[in-house]
């Protein structure tokens, strides 16, 4: 069984078929997803699947890309959507410096510290994105001890595991941990205790081989669950059930 901790179904990538898609999950053991929005437009439409799909619980949150978007308007409009008792997270957030045309990083930290400022507020967990802003987001998760969250699609070291780790994050396994080259993940997950690992899609992206480049869809963790199984040397289902409990004890939803 599956429970994908990081999904985005509201991707136009799912415009021509999204409720086949969805409606499918369920058989292919699919038994809960987080979806999460990206920009506010995403972060509504998430809100509306989880009111449609039992079992898609939603996120609300803008990514760095849009983070000069971010103001005082925009943080009530997220906060009105966590009235719906199935938002159980804001994200994603957090900071991207790998595209040059994302907004300034100064506009990125502040963007980022108003949602984290947010989920202290309503005592909700964080979905954080971080690419090749390591340092800075560190900083930032340390500035607000009280919340806690997933670091999704870690690709950091081992010892910013750790650091994140020590703050009470759970870490998020994409199919990136399937991939030949992968090498630096799979250090990650060896090290990450079975108490706090995640896993996810990140669909439409980051199919795992073998449907590497395809469209990705929830019920292919089960390739990135294998890989995991077999580098910790746990069964299957030992990574099924704590990628499951995980999630659940995260978003507070009943066991
Ligand atoms: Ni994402």
Partial sequence: MIFDSH????????????DDVLLGLKDKGVIGVLNCGASIEGARMSVELSKKYDFIYSAVGVHPEYADIVNDDLICELRDLTRFHKVR???EIGLDYFYDENPD?????????????LARQLKLPVVIHDRDAHMDTLEILKEFPQVIGTIHCFSG??????????????????GVITFKNAKKIVEVAKEVPMDRILVETDCPYMAPVPNRGKRNESDYIKYIIEKISEIKGKSIEEIECATIFNIKQLLKIPK
């Fill in 89 to 91: 997270a804001i994200g």
């Fill in 7 to 18: 999904a985005h179904y509201d991707d136009e990538a799912f415009n021509v078929d999204r």
């Fill in 157 to 174: 070291s081992v010892e910013f595991a750790r650091e994140c780790l020590k703050l009470g994050y759970y870490i998020g396994f994409t």
């Fill in 105 to 117: 990083r100064e506009i990125q930290k502040r963007a980022f510290r108003l949602q984290m400022e």
